[in-house]
């Protein structure tokens, strides 16, 4: 079976990892800033001409958007926890780094 139609190594990847992360990224003696990169899959496909705003409803229609939202949301606790991080939602499958996409992570961590 692909790992992408695997529901528990979608969960591992996609939730568990994030969520381990976000709780070594709040260590008192080694604290680290958390980007978790996500994706507009997180949505059902169904966007405005203006774009998805951050704040938008979800509603992922497949394992993988599903995955990839329960990793922002352990992200985003760690950060309410008293992390520092940011989650990032791009809106195509990320398999490399464009400098484009690099240049936008490094400016949103420095702010």
């Known amino acids: 079976m692909h790992r992408l139609q695997d529901p528990e190594a979608a969960k591992k990847l996609n939730v568990a990892v994030p969520a381990l992360l976000s709780s070594l990224s709040r260590s008192p003696t080694n604290p680290f800033f958390l980007l978790y990169i996500s994706t507009d ?3 059902d496909g169904h966007a405005p001409a203006t774009g ?3 704040d938008a409803e979800t509603a992922p229609t497949n394992l993988y958007g599903e995955s990839k939202l329960l990793g922002e949301v352990e992200t985003l ?4 926890a008293g992390g520092k991080g940011c989650v990032l939602r791009v809106p195509v499958l990320c398999v490399c780094f464009s400098p484009s996409l690099v240049t936008l992570s490094v400016t949103l961590m420095r702010s």
Not at 77 to 80: L, S, V, Y
């Open 41 to 43: 899959y997180v949505f």
């Open 77 to 80: 606790q760690g950060i309410e």
């Open 52 to 54: 998805y705003e951050p």
